[in-house]
């Protein structure tokens, strides 16, 4: 009922910026927290930030200070902005919404992006 597309990962120098984005095609988009997920090479799948429908944000430790997580509702849209980006931010972004508002308990997920951190 909910697609969710990723876009925007690539291969970036450390301490570069990349920003992704996730468009959600489908409904009550206002009723999801949206979140961003990655997993490294070998590495569970972790929180990074997450955002409420309020635009209440929270952050793992590891990318306070340099991620910065935001949502545009009229383009049912989720924003990933990535700063000072090292090697170990290399992973797998997905992202994610997850219903909090309204009837049922739905959760969807992205294909995921690429993102690499290489010098």
């Known amino acids: 009922q909910v697609e969710l597309v990723e876009s925007g990962g690539g291969l970036v120098q450390p301490g570069g910026s990349l920003r992704l984005s996730c468009v959600a095609f489908?409904?009550?988009?206002?009723?999801?927290?949206m979140g961003w997920y990655r997993q490294a090479l070998g590495k569970q799948r972790e929180l990074v930030a997450i955002i409420s429908p309020g635009a209440s944000t929270n952050y793992a430790d590891s990318v306070k200070g340099r991620f910065t997580i935001s949502r545009d509702n009229a383009k049912t849209t989720v924003y990933l902005q990535m700063h000072s980006l090292k090697p170990e931010d290399t992973a797998v972004y997905y992202c994610n919404a997850q219903r909090v508002i309204g009837i049922g308990n739905a959760e969807y997920w992205g294909q995921g992006t690429q993102v690499t951190v290489s010098s």
């Open positions: 489908g409904n009550f988009f206002s009723t999801y927290a």
